[in-house]
């Protein structure tokens, strides 16, 4: 079982910028692939980034290619999505995912919102 916790979203101005954590359970957190995702009301949850194992790899939704970047600290069983230039439509709830063991794991997600 692995266990994922979002956290760092918040309200935020056009233009502006933001961090996002997701702190994985378990001692095997850097054997894994990790994801951002998103979910805009009334919208499908969509892909927004990934990062290898080793964070030596990674890539990008279009939509956020330039203004995103996802980062790792596998000694801090950490995935980062480094957020800037928002704009209003990146308001969602943001997930972080692994797929472990054969399963997919998500967090609970946490709320960004960017005011126009």
């Known amino acids: 079982q692995v266990q994922l916790v979002e956290s760092g979203g918040g309200l935020v101005q056009t233009g502006g910028s933001l961090r996002l954590s997701c702190v994985a359970s378990g001692r095997t957190f850097s054997r894994y692939a990790m994801g951002w995702f998103r979910q805009a009301p009334g919208k499908e949850r969509e892909f927004i980034a990934a990062?290898?194992?080793?964070?030596?790899?990674?890539n990008y939704a279009a939509l956020v290619k330039g203004r995103f970047t996802i980062s790792r600290d596998n000694a801090k069983n950490t995935v980062f999505l480094q957020m800037t230039t928002l704009r209003p439509d990146d308001t969602a709830v943001y997930y972080c995912?692994?797929?472990?063991?054969?399963?997919?794991?998500w967090g609970q997600g946490t709320q960004v919102t960017v005011s126009s």
């Open positions: 995912r692994v797929n472990a063991m054969g399963r997919l794991f």
């Open positions: 990062i290898s194992k080793g964070g030596g790899t990674s």
